[in-house]
């Protein structure tokens, strides 16, 4: 997965500021595997990994 470039994190979290919910969804979709993949390596369990997220 490529980095998203900071202008277009700044703008997205302008447009979640700016109460938008689908800039929120966008965040939501751009980064879910990235933080499963994280809880999955703190918790060791899949189960609670999901959970968390």
Do not use: H, Y
């Not at 997965?1 to 700044?10: I, L």
């Not at 990235?34 to 609670?48: I, N, S």
């Amino acid at each position: 997965m490529q980095e998203p470039k900071s202008s277009e994190m700044a703008s997205l979290a302008g447009r979640i500021r700016s109460g938008n919910r689908a800039a929120e969804e966008e965040l939501v979709l751009r980064f879910r595997d990235r933080v499963l993949t994280m809880a999955l390596v703190r918790t060791r369990d899949r189960e609670t990994a999901r959970d968390l997220t």
